[in-house]
Nanobody
Framework: QVQLVESGGGLVQAGASLTLSCAVS????????LGWFRQAPGKEREFVAA????????NYADAVKGRFTISRGSARNTMYTQMNNLKVEDTATYYC???????????????????WGQGTEVIVSS
């Protein structure tokens, strides 16, 4: 079993920056891809960004390209996402997601190896 714990959410003004983190525990020997989904009030959960096990491949939703940067720590069991120039429309609960295949993470359709975190809230005020 893999456990994911998100941190770094908060309340900021538009144009500010935040860094979200996701810590992986449990079966950390598995080569997991990691990513983020977000869900705004009254909306469906949507893909934000993802990174493969080595950190050599990243995917971003068009809405965050050029503003968000996803990376992994040297131990690979922590993921960071630097969010710059935040917009009001970035307001959502952000969920960390993990699975063996990057494709599963990007699509949000997880295998038995996958897991979701509990979420961290980001609120961007105008």
């Amino acid at each position: 079993q893999v456990q994911l714990v998100e941190s770094g959410g908060g309340l900021v003004q538009a144009g500010a920056s935040l860094t979200l983190s996701c810590a992986v525990s449990g079966r950390t020997i598995d080569p997991l891809a990691l990513g983020w989904f977000r869900q705004a009030p009254g909306k469906e959960r949507e893909f934000v960004a993802a990174i493969n096990w080595t950190g050599g491949t990243t995917n971003y939703a068009d809405a965050v390209k050029g503003r968000f940067t996803i990376s992994r720590g040297s131990a690979r069991n922590t993921m960071y996402t630097q969010m710059n120039n935040l917009k009001v429309e970035d307001t959502a609960t952000y969920y960390c997601v993990a699975d063996m295949a990057l494709k599963n993470v990007v699509e949000g359709t997880l295998s038995s190896f996958g897991a979701w975190g509990q979420g961290t809230e980001v609120i961007v005020s105008s």
